[in-house]
Nanobody, 116 residues
Framework: QVQLVESGGGLVQPGGSRRLSCAASGFSVSTYRMSWYRQAPGKERELVAGIASTGNNTNYADSVKGRFAISRDNVKNMVYLQMNSLKPEDTAVYFC?????????WGQGTQVTVSS
């Protein structure tokens, strides 16, 4: 079955960097559009970045453009989110996502806290 497992979260100082990883199983990340979402306390879950199944077309939320980069390793069946110049407002639980057969699949999430 489809499984997504995020890792790489933690406490980061403002201006710092962090790379999140998403290990996928039960399907190939090369076949589907993959996305990262985040949810801050008291806020709705929001799309952060997405990468198309073909080529390397990507899209980003305006709030992270130029700071975050999504990528995919088809051999390892992994998806990554490189986060640079982190701000306190980036604090959230980050989720990996795939839509397969019309159904949304989520991992358990990984907490990123940006604070000094």
């Amino acid at each position: 079955q489809v499984q997504l497992v995020e890792s790489g979260g933690g406490l980061v100082q403002p201006g710092g960097s962090r790379r999140l990883s998403c290990a996928a199983s039960g399907f190939s990340v090369s076949t589907y559009r993959m996305s990262w979402y985040r949810q801050a306390p008291g806020k709705e879950r929001e799309l952060v970045a997405g990468i198309a199944s073909t080529g390397n077309n990507t899209n980003y939320a305006d709030s992270v453009k130029g700071r975050f980069a999504i990528s995919r390793d088809n051999v390892k069946n992994m998806v990554y989110l490189q986060m640079n110049s982190l701000k306190p407002e980036d604090t959230a639980v980050y989720f990996c996502n795939v839509v397969r057969g019309g159904r949304f699949y989520w991992g358990q999430g990984t907490q990123v806290t940006v604070s000094s």
